[in-house]
């Protein structure tokens, strides 16, 4: 049973920073990439950055420079650190575990976790 379980939202001030945490267990770590996206009221889910199997990362344009994904391989993590927040960041972030087996996509999330920016 694949599993991913988000932490670390919350209410903060524009321009503070947060943290998220994805637990990932279930399968084999290593085979994924991982990815986290985020959904506003009203909007559709939007990708916000990902970490290959590789170590590879990609940014949405919307957050680039202002956020950093990393993975850790031991503890099954990965953690999305979010820097000079704003209001339209905003949003339920989710985490992701995407692979592609026999050429089928395949992809996993979690619950989602709120992030509140607001002075």
């Known amino acids: 049973q694949v599993r991913l379980v988000e932490s670390g939202g919350g209410v903060v001030q524009p321009g503070t920073s947060l943290a998220l945490s994805c637990e990932v267990s279930g399968f084999g770590f290593g085979s994924y990439d991982l990815g986290w996206y985020r959904q506003s009221p009203g909007k559709q889910r939007e990708f916000v950055a990902t970490?290959?199997?590789?170590?590879?990362?990609n940014y949405a344009d919307a957050v680039r420079g202002r956020v950093k994904v990393i993975k850790d391989n031991t503890l099954k993590m990965t953690h999305l650190y979010l820097n000079n927040l704003k209001p339209e960041d905003t949003a339920v972030y989710y985490c992701?575990?995407?692979?592609?087996?026999?050429?089928?996509?395949?992809?996993?999330w979690g619950q989602g976790v709120q992030v509140t920016v607001s002075s």
């Open positions: 992701n575990a995407h692979v592609v087996i026999n050429d089928k996509p395949q992809d996993y």
């Open positions: 970490i290959t199997t590789t170590g590879s990362t």
